[in-house]
């Protein structure tokens, strides 16, 4: 199979393939469960779960503060919530160890929740 | 064109033509029981995706893939 | 004696077509080809050692290799590298059970080919170009002139981000949208995945009559200097890998 069979191009071919091999490295990221490392995986998956209900519940809220809908004071509120989240989030990834790398998931045609 | 071109081209045509042959296609479930020696598809030192890395981890470890 | 089974042809009446085909390729580890037939499809099979079958990129290559060679000739459906059936005797039922659907998913594919489409961003590029357009607004927040306390402003913080993923959203819906419009007026049967990666916009998958090539072209062309900050790469023609919907049993 020597045969070339891009019709079309634009770009310099380096950044296309280069752009290729990471399509094709995507799941890459893929979660190893073993025996040996069990601790470790059931951490990732676990908070990889946490970490995309915690993005979901701020996309939501985003979405009703932008409605405007929010008093100053429920405003304080979830901003409160929400920067508290992230920093028990951030306390949890250190404890384990764990990058926003290792937590990022795929979600097809959705692409990357994070 | 200099050879870097055609290799490159190459490298994207075969890429594009193993996403296919190992993720798409009709599957066969049911009668599938093969047992393979070590596999390396490594194409640009990256896995390729997922499936097919699976797909190569069955059809290695002599499962039956099955519904 | 188990079989690799390449792909599923459609030869009608025609087997003697198929037969001198098959005389001039090799399978897999220069094995002979022949084909296991039921009234109009046949299965294009050659014997295999499960014990001796080597799975390498090499060889998935060379399988693509015939299935490809096959297409030229036949209207077909790829079947996945790494499918062995048991014996010629399982292979006709398998024929015989998924016959009405294979016949569907030929004539789907018949007389076409598909082409890949991928369209990358520079996605940094991107985020700056709306960066700017978005900073020309108004601000939207912090504008009482109230002293706000940090989680308020923590979340204005997030509010920004929030509406520039939202708008970075829009800009590359709309451009999808304006890709599968111009793909639809060839009168095409397409697939995409949206932003498989921060940097691919679209992987999108064509099936199209095999006299249309030269309009898909243009398309692409006309939609590269529409967006000349993007990278287009078209590939083709294949086999039609992504459009059989079939799962055989």
Redesign the interface.
Same mark, same amino acid.
């Given at each position: 199979m020597s045969e070339n069979k891009i019709l079309f191009n634009t770009g310099s071919l380096d950044e296309i393939s280069e752009e290729m091999a990471k399509l094709a490295s995507k799941e890459e990221s893929r979660l190893e469960l073993s025996p040996e490392n069990a601790d470790s995986g059931l951490a990732k998956l676990v908070l990889t779960i946490v970490e995309l209900i915690r993005k979901l519940v701020e996309k939501q809220a985003m979405r009703r503060v932008d409605g405007g809908s929010l008093t100053e004071e429920e405003i304080e509120r979830l901003g409160e919530t929400l920067m508290k989240l992230e920093m028990k989030m951030e306390e949890l990834k250190k404890h384990f160890n764990l990058t926003d790398r290792d937590l990022n998931i795929n979600l097809g045609p959705l692409g990357n929740l994070m | 064109m200099n050879n870097n071109v055609i290799d490159r081209s190459k490298d994207i045509t075969i890429l594009e033509l193993l996403d296919r042959v190992l993720n798409k296609g009709v599957i066969l479930t049911g009668d599938i029981v093969i047992s393979v020696a070590d596999i390396d598809l490594v194409y640009l030192g990256v896995k390729l995706m997922l499936s097919s890395v699976e797909t190569m981890e069955q059809l290695k470890s002599g499962r039956s893939i099955s519904t | 004696m188990e079989m690799m089974?390449y792909s599923?042809v459609s030869v009608k009446k025609n087997t003697k077509k198929l037969d001198a085909l098959l005389a001039g390729i090799k399978g897999l580890s220069n094995t002979d080809l022949y084909v296991v037939t039921l009234d109009e499809i046949a299965a294009v099979v050659s014997d295999v050692n499960?014990?001796d079958?080597?799975?390498?990129?090499s060889s998935?290559?060379?399988?693509?290799?015939v299935?490809?060679t096959l297409a030229q000739q036949f209207t077909l459906?790829?079947?996945?590298?790494?499918?062995? @059936?048991?014996s010629t005797d399982?292979t006709k039922k @398998?024929l015989e059970r998924n016959y009405n659907e294979i016949q569907c998913n030929l004539l789907k594919v018949e007389n076409k080919v598909e082409?890949?489409l991928?369209v990358?961003c520079d996605s940094e590029k991107l985020k700056t170009e709306l960066k700017d357009k978005s900073e020309t607004e108004p601000a939207i927040e912090l504008e009482q002139g109230i002293e706000k306390?940090?989680?308020?402003?923590?979340?204005y913080k997030?509010?920004k981000e929030?509406?520039f993923e939202e708008s970075l959203l829009a800009h590359i819906d709309a451009i999808i949208q304006n890709i599968t419009t111009h793909l639809a007026q060839l009168n095409s049967i397409h697939r995409f995945?949206? @932003?498989?990666?921060?940097?691919?916009i679209i992987?999108v998958v064509i099936l199209l009559k095999k006299n249309e090539?030269e309009g898909?072209?243009q398309a692409?062309?006309e939609l590269?200097i529409q967006y000349t900050g993007?990278?287009?790469?078209?590939?083709?023609?294949?086999?039609p890998?992504?459009f059989?919907d079939?799962?055989?049993?």
């Open positions: - | - | 089974i599923i499960r014990a079958l080597i799975v390498d990129k998935a290559i060379e399988y693509a290799g299935i490809e459906l790829p079947v996945r590298y790494g499918s062995v @059936m048991e399982t @398998m082409y890949g991928k990358f306390s940090i989680y308020s402003k923590y979340l997030k509010l929030h509406r995945k949206k @932003m498989v990666t921060e940097t691919t992987d090539k898909l072209i692409v062309k590269q993007l990278k287009f790469v078209l590939t083709g023609q294949w086999p890998y992504n059989v079939i799962t055989i049993k």
